[in-house]
Nanobody, 122 residues
Framework: QVQLVESGGGLVHTGDSLTLSCAASGRTSSNYYMGWFRQAPGKEREFVAAINWSGSIRNYADSVKGRSTISRDNAKNTVYLQMNSLKPEDTAVYYC???????????????WGQGTQVTVSS
């Protein structure tokens, strides 16, 4: 089992930056590929970014590419999502998740956190 706890969400303004954290614990959590997803009100949960165990491979959704950076510190068992130039459409609950492969597909992720709310005001 892997436990994931997100933090760092909050209320920000358009153009602000925010860094989300996901602390992992449990069984060899550093061996997992990690992803961030988000779910806006009334919409389906969507892929945001993913990173492999070493950090050498990173994938981003087109909607955040160029504005966001996913990273991880395996010594701290923590994954980060830095988001810049935030827009109101970035408002969502952000979830981190762990998978055995690097993937954009939600169904491939075995473990999920509870989520952290990000609200971007215009």
């Amino acid at each position: 089992q892997v436990q994931l706890v997100e933090s760092g969400g909050g209320l920000v303004h358009t153009g602000d930056s925010l860094t989300l954290s996901c602390a992992a614990s449990g069984r060899t959590s550093s061996n997992y590929y990690m992803g961030w997803f988000r779910q806006a009100p009334g919409k389906e949960r969507e892929f945001v970014a993913a990173i492999n165990w070493s950090g050498s491979i990173r994938n981003y959704a087109d909607s955040v590419k160029g504005r966001s950076t996913i990273s991880r510190d395996n010594a701290k068992n923590t994954v980060y999502l830095q988001m810049n130039s935030l827009k109101p459409e970035d408002t969502a609950v952000y979830y981190c998740a762990a998978a055995a492969i690097i993937t954009r597909l939600q169904g491939q992720y075995n473990y999920w956190g509870q989520g952290t709310q990000v609200t971007v005001s215009s």
